[in-house]
């Protein structure tokens, strides 16, 4: 991929982690906020938001790139043409995701989230040598040790780096503890999963060229050592296809997470795209075609999932350059079986939408989400040339596909005014000052990370939520205490909306925290959980437009509200 590479296949052209020990001081605040009757949960005093009719486009957003306080770039050669991620995660408590960004050749940083509640975006840097690292290429968030911390997986062109959360977004590193090898690879891709009832996440490390760059290099699975506590030696994953992305995840819904991989057809001969199976106690073994699974070359990059068919199971988008894939599951298929639906469902996004360039586009992060809050995902695609491919598009703008409800999906990325012409890399659909609209951050290489204020029907004095919607926390006792493998089902009327709680994906970073749904006109939504061991919750109703966490041992969802 960092090379010029030849014209690609134009056919789609021609057509509560645990709830909070601060939540016990704010008790008084809680039980003034709701009355539980009737199984029902009604809030009380905090605000609704004012739906008005269903969304008919993209919301509003707000560049606050340079009002933000985020002075951060993704930089340097070769090496770092690929990756540049951004983590975004809660690690002081207080309900508001923090970002860690990859620096590429320059230091990464950490950015603590000051945002008054439905206001302006603001942050400030938490420098530390701990954090501060060089030659990072991703992050990935995620409470190995089921401490109630969150802790980060650092992605290295040389070295990856566990680092523990120690709270207040202090951290330490945890690779001699764990007993983790950082290797000397060249990973931009990471994914995790609990297997059986282990006390340490399996971990799979997505890994690019060798560090000589000249061929692919093997991935590598991580699994516990006997006794849980520390990691017995990688395992190879070969043969290795030059990986940029990879997820865990229950593709089947049968309760086994298995292990998908995006790769990058530019630099190898004879691969394609992976799908590792990854049973408990077993050797990790590839699907092949005597399984159903069908070969599939690419410019694999990134890696996003959302059931989109309404049949319970994921379909998966897959970023690369030209045509992007999406791929759903073949009806009655027993094995991975997948057929590709993009140019059906309006997803191929394989030119530049506006600016004037005809040539193939190169995406990379890929993330569902529901921006406008109508009830129906939508679908971001970060775009940018690798650096300076002649035969790919210069100015290729990333697109912001909105969900309609006959399941396709139409660019809203110019209406929303999110359009630039950097080259954009990783990126997170986060609510950062939670009022219920989910904000977008994007990486830039050479140039700084922009910062959007989503604000819904309104502008930035006048904010105007354009639909009803709820954040929803998972607890459950240790290990995995975030849940990581569950299932969310969110009911409203006919309709129910499944999303699957992961670690991985995307391009070079990811999220971790609240779960958003949004819910359109309706005041109230049922809610499930089915959780990583398939014992489902019961449903419970809880009222739009507020932050819930889900605890296992709950009967009832336990309602929170940010400090100002």
């Given amino acids: 991929m960092p090379d010029e590479i030849p014209d690609t296949d134009q056919s789609a052209a021609d057509q509560a982690r645990k709830p909070w020990p601060r939540w016990k001081r704010f008790g008084a605040l809680a039980a003034a906020l709701i009355v539980v009757s009737g199984g029902v949960l009604v809030v009380t005093g905090w605000p609704s938001g004012s739906a008005t009719s269903p969304a ?256 319970g199971r994921p379909e998966v988008f897959i970023t690369s350059q030209g045509d992007n894939k999406l791929q759903t599951l073949d009806e009655g298929a027993v094995g991975p079986a997948y057929r590709d639906i993009a140019l059906d469902r309006g997803v191929t996004a394989q030119r530049p939408f506006v600016g004037g360039d005809v040539l193939p586009s190169t995406a990379w992060h890929p993330e569902f989400e529901d921006v406008n809050n109508d009830g129906l995902v939508d679908l971001f695609v970060s775009k940018g040339n690798v650096e300076a491919q002649i035969d790919n598009a210069m100015r290729d703008p990333s697109n912001l596909l909105i969900g309609k409800a006959d399941g396709t999906f139409v660019e809203g990325a110019e209406a929303a005014g999110i359009v630039s012409y950097d080259r954009t890399r990783g990126a997170a659909l986060v609510d950062l000052n939670l009022d219920g609209m989910l904000d977008l951050v994007e990486v830039n290489r050479q140039v700084n990370v922009r910062v959007w204020r989503n604000v819904g029907r309104g502008d930035a004095e006048q904010p105007q939520p ?57 005041a109230s939504a049922e809610v499930r959980v089915q959780w990583p061991d398939g014992e489902a919750g019961p449903w419970m109703t809880v009222v739009a437009d507020q932050f819930v966490s889900i605890d296992r041992d709950a009967a009832e969802p336990l309602p929170w509200a940010p400090q100002q």
Avoid at 106 to 113: D, I, K
Avoid at 466 to 475: F, K, S, T
């Fill in 56 to 311: 008919d486009g993209p919301p509003n957003y707000v560049d606050e790139s340079a009002s933000a306080g985020i002075d951060h770039t993704y930089a340097g050669g070769f090496e770092f043409f690929v990756g540049g991620g951004v983590a975004a995660f809660d690690c002081n408590d207080d309900g508001r995701d923090e970002l860690y960004f990859a620096g590429g050749s320059e230091p990464a940083a950490l950015y603590r989230n000051e945002s008054p509640v439905g206001g302006e975006l603001r942050f400030t840097e938490q420098s530390s040598p701990v954090t501060d690292l060089t030659a990072v290429t991703g992050a990935y968030p995620l409470d190995l040790d089921s401490d109630g911390q969150i802790d980060l997986a650092v992605l290295r062109r040389g070295g990856n780096v566990v680092l523990r959360g120690l709270g207040d977004c202090r951290f330490e590193d945890a690779n001699d503890s764990l007993a983790i090898d950082g290797g000397e690879a060249w990973t931009v891709g990471f994914s995790a999963t609990w297997e059986g009832s282990n006390t340490l996440p399996t971990l799979a490390f997505g890994n690019y060229l060798t560090p000589g760059g000249d061929t692919c290099g093997d991935s590598r699975l991580v699994r516990p050592a006997a006794g849980g506590n520390t990691y017995a030696p990688p395992i190879a994953l070969t043969p290795g296809y030059c990986t940029l992305s990879v997820l865990f995840s229950d593709w089947a819904r049968s309760g086994q997470r298995d292990l998908r991989m995006a790769n990058d057809r530019h630099y190898y001969l004879d691969g394609s795209e992976q799908l590792w199976q990854i049973a408990p106690g077993a050797a990790p073994r590839l699907f092949t075609e005597s399984d159903g699974w069908r070969p599939l070359q690419i410019w694999g990059m990134g890696i996003a999932s959302h059931d989109l068919t309404d049949d």
């Fill in 466 to 522: 354009m639909g009803h919607w709820l954040a929803v926390r998972l607890h459950q006792s240790a290990p995995n205490v975030d849940a990581i493998g569950a299932w969310v089902e969110v009911r409203v009327g006919e309709r129910t909306v499944v999303r699957e709680v992961t670690v991985g994906g995307g391009h070079a970073g990811g999220k971790i925290g609240w779960i958003h749904a949004g819910l359109g006109e309706a």
